[in-house]
């Protein structure tokens, strides 16, 4: 019973360092302590790959830049090419004439398109020599080549991540099934101990014995379901879902 009083006091002692932590990062300078007011039960969120990477790759700022900078180099590298090819322009011109001897009557003819002039051409432009252009170009299709390589590097990144983020929460889940019914198992096996020491039929040996097991198991249980929260949160971090988005599920 010592033993057991000791444990507890240092549980109590865990549990004020923890929640004083807590009230500190969330900014609570209250004396009000906090209780929390849902038991601790297993809820199974649904994930997939496929799924999480479709989002990773439409939520995750860092990939949504890289994309972005690709498309800028691509559009630069565009521009210089173009400059390195011949350029063909259509000129067209028409002028309206005053022929009349007299000044103001001229004037009247300019405005009425009387004596139109008409002028088509045609100017093409040949890049020769040009190398100041062609180093711009070559090292647009350099930086281009490199944003491409980064968004790629980083896509198989995520991919990876993703991956091992989907097989870690998957051990996790297996893990809380598994201590959940144990749990069950050995609360059950403790009533039916207390139910049998109450009828003369069993000792307190084999009743502290079970109960032992049974809060032994429920740690377990705690614990493999601390992790398995704590998987799911990586999981959505690595999706590039928002902080504020997450909080709202857990809490």
């Known amino acids: 019973m010592s033993a057991r009083e000791n444990d507890l006091l240092l549980a109590q002692n865990q549990w ?6 807590l009230k500190m990062a969330l900014q609570d300078d209250s004396d009000e302590t906090w209780i929390a007011q849902d038991s601790l039960t297993f809820e199974e969120a649904p994930f997939s790959l496929k799924e999480s990477l479709q989002k990773a790759f439409e939520e995750r700022k860092d990939f949504k830049v890289a994309e972005e900078e690709l498309k800028f180099r691509n559009l630069t590298h565009a521009i210089k090419k173009n400059l390195l090819l011949p350029e063909l322009n259509l000129i067209g011109m028409i002028a309206s004439n005053g022929l009349d001897e007299e000044y103001h009557r001229s004037l ?5 398109l009387d004596f139109p002039t008409y002028f088509i051409g045609v100017t093409l432009s040949l890049p020769i020599g040009n190398y100041e252009t062609k180093s711009r170009y070559q090292k647009s299709r350099l930086e281009k080549w490199e944003a ?3 968004v ?3 896509k198989n990144e995520i991919v990876v991540d993703i991956g091992k983020k989907i097989e870690m929460l998957s051990t996790h889940k297996l ?4 201590a959940e019914k144990i749990t069950k198992l050995l609360r059950q096996k403790k009533i039916a101990e207390e139910e049998k020491f109450n009828r003369g039929r069993s000792s307190i040996n084999f009743v502290v014995q079970s109960q032992k097991e049974y809060l032994d198991s429920e740690s377990q249980f705690v614990l493999s379901l601390l992790n398995y929260k704590k ?3 990586d999981l959505k971090r690595s999706e590039g879902e928002l902080l504020e988005e997450i909080l ?3 809490l």
Do not use: G, I, N
């Open 231 to 233: 998987a799911l949160l």
């Open 175 to 178: 893990e809380v099934k598994t």
């Open 16 to 21: 004020q360092l923890t929640h004083a932590r």
């Open 152 to 154: 790629e590097k980083l």
């Open 108 to 112: 009247d003819d300019v405005a009425t």
């Open 148 to 150: 491409l390589y980064k």
């Open 248 to 250: 709202k599920e857990v």
